[in-house]
């Protein structure tokens, strides 16, 4: 594997959701280990399976695996690295300043822009050299889906400009509060990702267009902002011999071949290692040791056993009975890569065809409806809310109501 020669310290693990980041993350974490090497495996997924992968309850603390000699494993909780930030805020002016004001600064950091902040300290804080990681020989990240990496990794360059420009006043009570006391920790994180001999991101893909069409996007967007180091797997590549005697397996084996064969000319320069696709589930270590190289699979890896019939309606029923009140809200969620999107574009396009005003819309930092649904419709409306937009309309926001408070401090 071309990502795994002489890998430097910190490894990024990013891709779209439910392309396996998580299972070749974690396969890589137990090959250096076995190496012999120290290794801290940290997923910044609020969604984590990192624990299910090794069948141990992990959390928001350093934990060691115990059936893997030199591995520890943490997940960030973006929600109680925010309710910790808030408590260092909040403390020491509690009792000092009027029970209003306290309160007012309470609900200053109740939003969205706190947890933001408390996730970027915690993971900026495995980015240095410090007493938290001084043991551990690699840190490798198993990431959140693509959008929301982008906005994790852009981070510290983002926080550190804030400071340099002076914006709003670091020093005020707020959500912004004590990021100048961070400033050195905040600088050595930005040159910790912007160093190649430190840092190597892996853009992890399918042999599809859309997929690799968004890795393209990523790559260019981490290059922009100093990540120049990365590598691309594409996970889970049909083998040829298993398209011999099978019509759908054929057809799949064709359509992987053409998007490889159609990769946008941004990835050709890359390194690139494909994995090819496992007959066995990808959880336990036997499965994991499996991963990266072409051996057997191992004895029943991960087996599920699935009930005979699966009690579920169809989708054309399913569609019936949200057409019968002729309006309603639809929710579409799930795990990355199960294909919400699909459905939901699905579902959108068979009610517009019925005649019904329809708006489709999406969450999702990864977005892409525009490429699923190709084209226009009748009766049908699509438009995407942007995270990033968004925090960045809820920081105005806060800074400006944050100006009144800073004035009632200084009388």
């Known amino acids: ?26 396969a890589t974490a137990v090959q250096l280990a076995a190496e012999g090497k120290r290794v801290l495996l940290v ?3 609020p969604a984590s399976n990192v624990g299910q992968v090794f069948g141990e309850s992990i ?24 309710q910790a930030y808030r408590d260092r ?5 509690r009792g000092v300043l009027p029970e209003p004001v306290v309160k007012g600064i309470e609900e200053q950091l109740s939003g969205a822009c706190t947890t933001e902040i408390a996730a970027f300290d915690e993971f900026t804080a495995l980015l240095i050299d410090s007493a938290l990681t001084a043991d551990y020989e690699h840190i490798i990240f198993d990431t959140a889906p693509t959008g929301h990496t982008i906005r994790l990794l852009q981070l510290p360059g983002a926080w550190s400009g804030f400071l340099e420009e002076g914006k709003g006043d670091a020093s005020c009570l707020g959500p912004l509060a004590g990021l100048e006391k961070q400033r050195t920790q905040y600088k050595a994180a930005v040159e910790a990702l912007a160093d190649p001999l430190r840092t190597r991101l892996v853009l992890v893909a399918r042999a599809q267009r859309a997929t690799l069409r968004e890795v393209a996007r990523t790559h260019e967007e981490l290059a922009s902002i100093g990540l120049s180091q990365q590598y691309l797997v594409i996970n889970g590549v049909l083998p040829i011999s298993e398209a011999e005697h099978d019509e759908l397996a054929a057809a799949i084996h064709q359509r992987e071949q053409d998007a490889l064969a159609a990769i946008p000319d941004v990835l050709r320069a890359l390194p690139r290692d494909q994995i090819a696709l496992k007959p066995f589930n990808l959880v336990g270590l036997d499965a994991l040791r499996h991963l990266l190289v072409a051996a057997t699979p191992p004895n029943d890896a991960g087996a599920i056993e699935l009930p005979t019939q699966l009690n579920a309606p169809t989708l054309a029923s399913l569609v019936d009975d949200i057409a019968v009140d002729g309006h309603g809200l639809v ?32 969450s999702d930092p990864a977005a892409h409806l525009a490429e699923t649904l190709e084209g226009s419709l009748a009766n049908l409306t699509v438009s995407r809310i942007d995270p990033h937009d968004e925090t960045e309309r809820y920081r105005k926001h806060v800074l400006d109501v944050t100006s009144p408070v800073k004035r009632t401090l200084r009388k």
């Open 59 to 82: 959390g928001n603390h350093i934990t060691a695996i115990p059936a893997v000699p030199n591995l520890s494993a943490l997940e960030i909780d973006p929600q109680a690295a925010a």
């Open 43 to 45: 997923s910044t997924d």
């Open 89 to 93: 805020i909040v403390g020491p002016v």
């Open 331 to 362: 929710m579409l969620m799930g795990k990355g890569g199960v294909g919400k999107t699909t459905l939901a574009a699905a579902v959108a396009v068979e009610l517009a065809l019925r005649g019904l005003p329809v708006h489709l819309t999406t």
């Open 1 to 26: 594997m071309h990502f795994l020669n002489q890998p430097p310290r910190y490894l990024f693990f990013t891709g779209k959701g439910g392309v396996g980041k998580t299972s070749i993350a974690c």
